[in-house]
């Protein structure tokens, strides 16, 4: 005997809830799944013209570290890593800690105290080393480049 029709209803409604799709609908459907291609994102936008890089997450990565020194930043891009300035330190910061630039905030890093390690307001000193970066080189020239007279 089949169940009840409330209770169908709301079997089939659960995966719709939890999960966004309805029960059996997976996300391999069409050519692409079954023959290991890449589906086309489903957010709406056109796709990219062939030839055109994906977009990536940034690899250079900012940080303020405290020494017993004091603060100094820095970036760091795979193996390589940025000469150091010293910056005054945030109060809240503790010799060992180091502040790492995330999108728009950044997160306090403790190797000592691991529950320190909380997401945070960014120093300024942080924040403009990575927007000056970010810069193309002649952002800051008038748009004559320099020139008077006009000729």
């Known amino acids: 005997m089949p169940p009840p029709t409330s209770q169908r209803t709301l079997a089939g409604l659960l995966p719709v809830l939890l999960f966004g799709v309805p029960f059996g609908v997976t996300a391999c459907q069409g050519d692409a799944g079954r023959e290991g291609g ?47 300035q010293a910056v005054v330190c945030p109060p809240d910061l503790e010799v060992g ?3 790492r630039l ?19 307001v960014c120093p300024l000193p942080l924040m403009n080393m990575e927007k000056a970066d970010r810069a193309p080189p002649d952002a800051g020239a008038p748009p004559d ?3 008077r007279g006009g000729g």
């Open 102 to 120: 995330t999108g728009k905030t950044c997160l306090r890093e403790s190797a000592q105290t691991p529950a320190r390690a909380v997401p945070v």
């Open 97 to 99: 800690e180091r502040l």
């Open 145 to 147: 480049a320099g020139k």
């Open 38 to 84: 890449v589906a086309e994102a489903s957010d709406g936008g056109a796709a990219l013209p062939e030839g055109t890089p994906v977009p990536r997450r940034p690899t250079r990565h900012y940080h303020l570290r405290r020494t017993d020194d004091g603060c100094e930043i820095f970036w760091i891009d795979g193996d390589l890593v940025s000469a150091s």
